[in-house]
């Protein structure tokens, strides 16, 4: 380090310099200005466009050109960043109403990037003129440039609602902001109604059915299903989001054959990137329901959906794909922008509208003013006309002879320097009678007009009335019934009638499988439906417990120790391959508790469910089914007594064993149907607990199957002495049941 050289605190440094480059992204990159919804690039873009005199019906340009003035002159930055800037603005999808006019390959929907800046050629559109309106009448203030070498705006006039019409997007540091555009007409209606009513509220400015702002209104059009309730609270806070979905309908090919049209996606979704997606899930069998995808489009978007069969519902199918594609899309809403130019702060809807407002205000007061001194100007050289007019033979005596004729008409006449130098400066055709009569008309007039201006200027009403005036411009360029101003973004809900569930049973490709459960707990899916598990392995010391056939879509419902039932899908079950896994990891299970039982779901079936000590009751599947991932409550066992099984309650009759190998058969009518509970008494025991049971239907009789797998069976008749009534004790099992008790 030399002599000269002063130590600086790293840390101090950092941070200024930090602070430094945050204000400057914030500021003058990344967050729109609330009057005018530019960013300073797109500002510049259109200054720079207005200096080149590309004005609506002009000739084009070469965006080079319009990019080169811009980053030599406003913008010291890459000529990409800003011919990008320049191409978006020109973009029909991507800005709902387009500043530049442009001319050769702007980019599509697809993601396709723009012909370089040296083979296209832009102009502004009616929207940029009429965003910089009256820049020549002293509406903003002006700065120098970075090199201060030109002069450019602080602001546009904002004569269009550019902020929320357009919508606006950036990250700047510590802070983002994401403003998706709407309607001009309905934003120059609701503006309306603030001017009349500055202190209205929301409800009576946001309505999806009849307000004045229904919603945002997308280039791309799209259906918005977000909930009025969801978009208010949106709008009040500043902060929020749209869930938006691609527009759709069937078309019928005749013999019951239709195929789905997607003929509007959501805003900000590339096409081509789209179908890839879904081409992608296709190949990896996520979509069952879909056969094909094919993309038809040529200016409009016809994306073709194929579906695997005609009996398919449709509704379905498009609600498998908003779930897992970009066809429903969330657009957020950020509206962090800068008020005043100068300050980052999150506002509402009404408070953005109103800050539009005001800076119209403004500008109208600050165009009357200029105006009003360019009138006064006129009249004040007006005057001096007519005053001389009254004496023209003396007025050219004195420019004839005399050596200093200003100062000698300033004199004669009592002038002014301003109206002695017009007079000088006269032509002498205008020395006519007719001139004298026109220029009379022309001060009437003048007056008239400065004592208009100075109303407006002195009147808060008339401002308001001049703005109101302004807004209506507006509504009339871009209402409802001109091409550019119809609403494009429609509104409706999404179908409450299809459960998140029924998708995504939808969403699972339908398989054989054979599920096995070991005696330990360990499960696994085989492909199929088999029987032959003799080539089937086991973990040391573990063996088959039990097993059943079953589907991909079934649910499966779990019955544990404690009496709760888990449900699980059938595809979420391990592979054949290895040993399975355990089923208490996969549920999750506390400790202490156990599978009892597991097996398949069926709608409207009937199970009866009992405990250790031979308690149960008859329980609905329906009110098995779990919606979380506790499992649902349905068996209540008292103290050091646990569920153990449940069965099919099919039959007419119940068998019970007990651990004691006593046997009792009664009527199933005796059990009780209930949701919930601890049930009655099935079989009483001294000792021990229930080993078995069993429902079956008398005129079937009982069957069993001994330890050589050789079935028995027992008719009514034959089990007369076992037959009694629901919590009796039973007899003796038969010979021929197995030493297990269990009816195999």
Same mark, same amino acid.
């Given at each position: ?552 879509? /079934?649910? %499966?419902?779990?019955? =544990?120790?404690? +009496? #709760?039932?888990?449900?699980?899908? &059938? $595809? *979420? ?48 599947? /329906?009110? %098995?089914?779990?919606? =979380?991932?506790? +499992? #649902?409550?349905?068996?209540?066992? &008292? $103290? *050091? ?104």
């Amino acid at each position: 380090m030399s002599d000269d050289d002063t130590p600086v605190d790293l840390k101090a440094a950092l941070e200024e310099r930090y602070l430094a480059y945050a204000l400057s992204t914030i500021m003058h990159r990344a967050l729109p200005d609330v009057r005018d919804g530019m960013k300073p690039v797109h500002r510049r873009l259109l200054f720079a466009m207005r200096q080149l005199r590309l004005d609506p019906g002009q000739a084009f340009k070469k965006s080079a050109r319009v990019v080169g003035d811009v980053i030599g002159k406003y913008h010291p930055h890459g000529d990409t960043a800003v011919y990008d800037a320049l191409v978006r603005l020109a973009q029909d999808f991507a800005v709902r109403y387009p500043l530049v006019d442009g001319q050769g390959n702007f980019g599509t929907v697809d993601g396709d990037s723009a012909a370089a800046m040296r083979y296209t050629e832009a102009r502004m559109t009616d929207v940029a003129r009429l965003l910089m309106d009256g820049l020549d009448e002293d509406a903003v203030d002006f700065r120098d440039t970075y090199d201060g070498s030109e002069r450019e705006p602080v602001v546009l006039p904002g004569g269009f609602p550019n902020l929320l019409a357009n919508g606006s997007a950036g990250i700047a540091v510590g802070m983002a902001t994401n403003v998706p555009p709407h309607n001009a007409a309905e934003i120059a209606d609701a503006a309306l109604h603030l001017i009349k009513h500055p202190n209205a509220k929301l409800e009576t400015i946001f309505d999806p059915d009849n307000g004045p702002i229904k919603g945002p209104d997308f280039p791309t059009g799209g259906v918005i299903v977000e909930s009025a309730g969801s978009m208010a609270e949106a709008y009040r806070t500043g902060r929020g989001g749209f869930r938006t979905r691609a527009r759709w309908e069937t078309e019928d090919l005749g013999r019951g054959v239709w195929q789905i049209v997607v003929t509007e996606i959501p805003y900000q979704v590339q096409k081509s990137r789209l179908i890839e997606r879904i081409a992608e899930l296709l190949d990896q069998k996520k979509l069952p329901l879909l056969a094909d995808v094919r993309d038809e489009s040529a200016e409009d978007i016809r994306v073709v959906l194929e579906p695997r069969s005609k009996t398919v519902d449709a509704a379905l199918l498009m609600e498998s794909l908003f779930r897992v594609t970009d066809l429903e899309s969330r657009i957020s809403l950020n509206m962090n922008v800068l008020m005043g130019g100068q300050v980052p702060r999150v506002i509402g809807l009404i408070e953005a509208i109103q800050a539009w407002l005001k800076h119209l205000k403004e500008v109208a007061v600050r165009r009357a003013t200029h105006r009003l001194g360019k009138v006064v100007h006129r009249l004040e050289i007006l005057d001096g006309f007519l005053i001389v007019y009254l004496d023209l033979d003396r007025v050219i005596a004195i420019i004839r002879y005399k050596d200093h004729p200003k100062e000698e008409l300033i004199k004669a006449f009592t002038l002014s320097d301003v109206q002695a130098e017009a007079i000088l400066n006269m032509r002498l055709r205008s020395l006519r009678k007719l001139e004298e009569m026109e220029i009379r008309q022309e001060h009437e007039n003048l007056t008239a007009e400065r004592a208009e201006l100075e109303s407006l200027i002195g009147s808060d009403e008339l401002q308001w009335k001049k703005v109101a005036g302004s807004v209506r411009e507006v509504k009339k360029l871009f209402g409802q019934d001109t091409k550019l101003g119809k609403r494009r973004t429609t509104f409706g809900e999404a179908p409450s009638a299809i459960s998140a569930d029924i998708v995504a049973e939808a969403m699972i490709e339908r398989e054989p499988i054979t599920v096995v459960l070991s005696a330990k707990g360990w499960v696994r899916a085989l492909k199929g439906h088999t029987e032959e598990f003799d080539k089937l392995a086991f973990r040391q010391d573990d063996e088959m417990g039990s097993w059943f056939h079953a589907q991909t879509t /079934d649910k %499966l419902l779990i019955l =544990t120790t404690d +009496g #709760r039932v888990y449900t699980l899908g &059938a $595809d *979420k079950l391990p592979g054949g391959r290895g040993h399975g896994e355990p089923l208490r990891l996969i549920l999750e299970l506390p400790g202490g508790v156990e599978i009892a039982s597991m097996f398949v779901y069926e709608q409207g079936s009937q199970w009866l469910i009992v405990s250790q000590v031979g308690r149960g009751f008859i329980v609905v599947a /329906d009110d %098995l089914i779990g919606t =979380t991932k506790r +499992g #649902r409550a349905v068996m209540s066992p &008292a $103290d *050091k007594d646990i569920a153990m099984a449940i069965v099919r309650a099919d039959g007419d009759h119940v068998a019970v064993i007990g651990e004691n190998r006593k046997l009792l058969v009664f009527p199933i009518e005796q059990v009780p149907t209930l949701a919930r509970g601890r049930g009655v008494r099935l079989q009483r025991y001294k000792d021990g607990g229930l080993s078995d049971i069993k429902t079956f239907k008398a005129a079937d009789g009982l069957t069993w199957r001994d330890t050589a797998g050789r079935e028995h069976r027992r008719t009514m008749d034959d089990l007369t002495d076992w037959r009694g009534e629901r919590a009796s004790a039973g007899r003796m099992a038969p010979q021929g049941v197995p030493r297990s008790n269990k009816f195999g």
